[in-house]
């Protein structure tokens, strides 16, 4: 169900069986000594692959890059302004509504894209009235998560490169990720942090916000298993 | 050389040996019923590949979104307008040179992303002096192609799905071809195509412009090697 | 302080003594039956007031409207859209900056203000370096509310015209605040208000999301005073 | 009739009576020794709610901020651009489209936010086709004032902090004034600032242009009655 | 000293010697039986010449579309937007700055184009401090008309097609006068035209207002000279 | 049959017979020694005529400013973006739409104008269904100028002030040419220039593309002749 190894005329056949389009997306951002830059885009791409199957969609090429102004400037950084990454978002959603998909769910790997990809979604929700349009960031996961997860978040809305991010990756890429290298650096993100700009090089030095060496396989999937039956549900909903 | 598969600690080292990035884009859109709709992509994409291996240079994730205007109504095509493409590319431009990079090759699979990739250079031209901007399109390929191709070309400027790209495919991503359902379809592109905004459908039913049939791997190697050959000329030459 | 009531020659002596410039910001919104439209504006302007008194600032005239998506089709509701806003938002802090002012505040009195408000800030941390700038939405409140509130919340993120909001405006504006019609109403809010746009008119027909009636001064103080002094606190800081 | 200070059951029932909403627009900008920063917003705020009372009708918050291009850089004035400030009414204007109101006010205090209101309801006129859009800036005062004026006006089209202004604030927000600061300071206006762009402190160090000593309540009180009456009876007007 | 009609060389050598350029701006508007759509082109042009002969100047070629927003709907008239406007000046003004010239005179044919002039200009203040930029619209003009008119002006801002731009016509391009169709067409504009967006065909049905058959080179030549008198003083004075 | 020398009286009636509008698109650029500045205006303009006549067609002014980021350091370059140059094209278009016109056709003497011209085509395609848009810079000219041409072209895409070039403007604006000054000037138009953002002061001083001084009267007629037919055909076939 990857759309784009498909070829058109299979597409025009296939799309009156499956409405449902899911976009990966990511971002090229540092992920500490452990995680390759990629890491948002594997997590959104394999996640997206998952809810494909429990819903029977295709997934979209993952857009990989993203919003990432609080690390830009950290080695890797690749950074797309809120404007540029809601106006191509716009677009492909437009396109996906005149080729008759009524379903647009895009899957977020990274925080930072929430706001470009919900104002994206309020223009769809003007444009193409019959379109629902989803902006999932693993649904769920803040109760799962703490029933898991061995040290406290050091922040309460994001995490990054950390025992719960790494667990995601040992679950959904492994391949891509070196325990070795894995490191406890605990930051002492300032409360300013939460309101002012605060680029993160002021708090850490690796773009680790955690204990990345407590990540496990078990504690990945028993979170993303649960972000995929929740976003299985409010696809599958009729409200 | 993956840039997402490499973590932002060996980037930072590595930088300073090769500051080379490449993007490949392409497009999701309709070719044919034997190629997929993310052949641009897999093209730009393997393409590049083969280019960083000869320069030594980074390969950025794939842009999988163009601009594909002219057959933006067929099944399974995916529209991004020159703009949303522009302010996207500027945007990856201005943190690669954030980060030190040099050169900034983009490897394009397909011909509707050149305005837009040739004014995101030019913005780039003028934000970034020490950064070298390159839109690649084949380079050399029109002459190479005349030398190999049996049928002739349908247009002067645009070629699809068809003897030539098929054979690109062959070369470079096989896998994803079916010569079992390659058809010959040679159209009649009226003249105001080129003068008046004219959507592909007006002359085609399948995307597909010319004899497909006709592809084989070798001639795809013999023009995809002499572009291969001028972008690393021209990546390396100092001018 | 308030900025507007003083004349060119005052500030102009006054600004080497105080340069920090606070600016309410609120909206024209629905809230229930008991509250007016204007209840963020009044909270975000006597907000304020307080909180200059406290670190000898400036209180600019307050912006009365905002971004107020999810109610816009209330009775009463004034939306402006986040580009809008923060572009407005932009100009101001140009002026500030120009001015010779060194902290910018933002006291924000509605939540759906918070994307533009951080974009704006961010804009302005690349255009006027030497400028701090502020946007505050109660600074620490989730703690606070929860120590006080004999209701639970009816969402994680956001509250409105409930248990809380109306504690806070009787403690900051009583006068504006009709008890005899404050309501419960507890709404039912779906999963998926999380993840795609949801006009809040489909689960809740008065704009209450709780039980207004248990709403009292003491609760309302015992949160503001404590956010006001986390800003004091803010500001003050030398980071 | 303070829209925000009514609740939004309050304004569903009587929007029924009256469709007309008045919006005072001014600015924060340098007025002399003996006038404030917000004279603009204080003379169109109570200018409005006296229109209000003739016409019955809704007076919205007042807009604080204006384009004040010329005196920007004297001490206070906070400038926003001309695009910035149509935005933001045409989003006004289009909420209260959709609320129901049949006639948008603009009660405008300051000569130069007049661009922004003319070009933001041309945009309206065209989107909101069955609701009329007026902007004021005291209509008819240019005859009334040249009948109660004792010293000859500066400019013929501008007039600021002078005995025409002073005297508006004496008649309508006498609180704000103070005389024993006014003076006379006459400006010698070079003739290109009619057609090149021209900060006014290349002509006035106190932005008063003219003598605002000779203001009196009673002239104020001339002019602005016969603006009202001129108001009153555009918007009653039916054509 | 036309400017398009130099070549390069000559331009990179004369240039040393004026560093004066003229714009002349008009318009594609209805003009009533008598005159012709381009008039204000004609008049923008022939002033622009004369002009130029006084104070040496280059006269670049005419921009002949302007904003005719309250007559676009009559036959022939062609609208440009304000923002389309204002942008295309700010680009031609930034090139003259580069090129090394000093003064960017713009001599408008038609008073609508204003307000995307005197943008323009601001713009152009900023960014090439050292060019001064002009917009002019016959400066002097009122007065002047004052004297030798015989018919009382329709409007105290605006004329159109009448005694006066008729006048001018005779002056400057009487080939494109036809007098056995000039009429008497004085127009009852309504006190709403100012305070509301007002097509004239509200108003006027022949786009004359006034009294066209009263015009008389002599008038034109009248206010013409002393408009050109008080553009040449703006230029060459030194401030 | 110019537009803008016809009145408004006259183009309401003669735009039943005639429902085609030809816009002549040229530049202010650098045109070597012997050609003007305006080269490509006089061009456009000229050619427009005789297009005109051939197909009954209304000719609008001359649009006088194009895109000319190549020569726009050379002496008497303007430079528009291209951003700038299609909103102004648009707007000219959508008026036209409105007027009832059903052919509008860009006549283009500028290369440097063909993205512009094509997006605006591409716009008004969408917003003016009825309406066809041409965009046409010498229709045929490619085989037509091999056939007369003495020199090899120094570049497969771009001509300029060369042989052919020099051409056109002997048989269509003879008297602006200056033969005496032609020069042979054979650049070595480096390969990057089509791969990367290269001024033309990289491998030209002149702005001469090749050898002027072959050009011929008949050269140029044979091919505009051609051009004409083709444009003429274009303009009257049905599709």
Same mark, same amino acid.
Request: hydrophobic content about 40%; overall charge negative; proline content about 6%.
């Given at each position: 169900?990857?759309?784009?190894?498909?070829?058109?005329?299979?597409?025009?056949?296939?799309?009156?069986?499956?409405?449902?389009?899911?976009?990966?997306?990511?971002?090229?951002?540092?992920? *500490?000594?452990?995680?390759?830059?990629?890491?948002?885009?594997? @997590?959104?791409?394999?996640?997206?692959? %998952?809810? /494909?199957? =429990? +819903?029977?969609?295709?997934?979209?090429?993952?857009?990989?890059?993203?919003?990432?102004?609080?690390?830009?400037?950290?080695?890797?950084?690749?950074?797309?302004?809120?404007?540029?990454?809601?106006?191509?978002?716009?677009?492909?959603?437009?396109?996906?509504?005149?080729? *008759?998909?009524?379903?647009?769910?895009?899957?977020?790997?990274? @925080?930072?894209?929430?706001?470009?990809? %919900?104002? /994206?979604? =309020? +223009?769809?929700?003007?444009?193409?009235?019959?379109?629902?349009?989803?902006?999932?960031?693993?649904?769920?996961?803040?109760?799962?998560?703490?029933?898991?997860?061995?040290?406290?978040?050091?922040?309460?809305?994001?995490?990054?490169?950390?025992?719960?991010?790494?667990?995601?990756?040992?679950?959904?890429?492994?391949?891509?990720?070196?325990?070795?290298?894995?490191?406890?650096?605990?930051?002492?993100?300032?409360?300013?942090?939460?309101?002012?700009?605060?680029?993160?090089?002021?708090?850490?030095?690796?773009?680790?916000?955690?204990?990345?060496?407590?990540?496990?396989?078990?504690?990945?999937?028993?979170?993303?298993?649960?972000?995929?039956?929740?976003?299985?549900?409010?696809?599958?909903?009729?409200?």
């Amino acid at each position: 169900m990857q759309f784009q190894y498909q070829n058109s005329f299979e597409v025009k056949d296939s799309i009156h069986k499956s409405k449902i389009a899911i976009l990966p997306i990511g971002a090229v951002e540092a992920h *500490g000594p452990h995680l390759p830059l990629g890491t948002d885009n594997l @997590l959104a791409e394999r996640l997206s692959e %998952k809810l /494909a199957e =429990r +819903v029977n969609a295709f997934v979209l090429p993952t857009l990989p890059y993203g919003q990432v102004w609080s690390l830009r400037n950290f080695p890797g950084s690749i950074n797309i302004s809120n404007d540029s990454l809601m106006n191509f978002l716009v677009d492909i959603g437009e396109s996906l509504y005149k080729q *008759g998909f009524t379903t647009f769910a895009m899957v977020n790997g990274h @925080l930072g894209n929430g706001p470009a990809l %919900k104002d /994206a979604a =309020r +223009v769809l929700f003007e444009n193409c009235p019959e379109m629902r349009v989803f902006y999932f960031f693993y649904p769920g996961m803040n109760k799962a998560a703490a029933e898991v997860r061995e040290t406290k978040s050091s922040h309460n809305t994001y995490f990054h490169a950390c025992e719960i991010e790494t667990s995601y990756m040992l679950y959904l890429a492994p391949e891509h990720v070196d325990m070795d290298k894995a490191i406890t650096d605990i930051p002492d993100i300032p409360i300013h942090a939460d309101v002012t700009p605060t680029p993160w090089k002021e708090f850490t030095q690796t773009a680790v916000l955690g204990d990345a060496k407590l990540a496990t396989e078990e504690k990945g999937k028993y979170i993303i298993d649960i972000a995929i039956e929740n976003m299985a549900k409010l696809i599958n909903s009729k409200y």
